[in-house]
């Protein structure tokens, strides 16, 4: 019994493991958002910002930056489209947030990786960079 217990404690620490070292590869995430308008579904949101400006992308790009464990995955403001990763506190799962600018609009779709839910953490984060650029 406790070769059991041991054994399903190391499957745990192996998953929470493989979450947190995953790699991401760029191609299957960082691609361009196809965004209509606002959408909220389990484990993602999709906003169309309607006018942000033509500097919006610079301006959440600095937002997004800013944000605690957010990095960078893939893009730039100069080619038009930045994907970000933001990892969960406690356990590291990655979310990913595709920003692309078109025209004066900003297209974002963020979601999740692992799991079918995020509980609106996704919507939660993309609604707060939306404040902080005052759309």
Known sequence: MKWLGFLLILALLGGL???RLAPSDPA???VAPAVDGDEDRP????RRV??????????LDAIARATP?????AGSVADGMVT?????????FPDYSTVR?????????ARLRFG??????????VEQWLRRLGA
């Open 101 to 109: 600018q078109e025209g004066d609009d900003l297209l974002i779709h």
């Open 28 to 30: 299957r995430w960082h």
């Open 116 to 125: 079918q839910s995020d509980m609106g953490v996704n919507r939660a984060r």
């Open 43 to 46: 484990g993602a949101a999709m």
């Open 17 to 19: 493991a493989w979450i």
């Open 84 to 92: 970000y990763v933001t990892r969960s506190r406690v356990f590291g």
């Open 69 to 73: 464990r957010t990095s960078v995955l």
């Open 50 to 59: 309607a006018g942000a400006g033509p500097d919006a992308l610079a301006r």
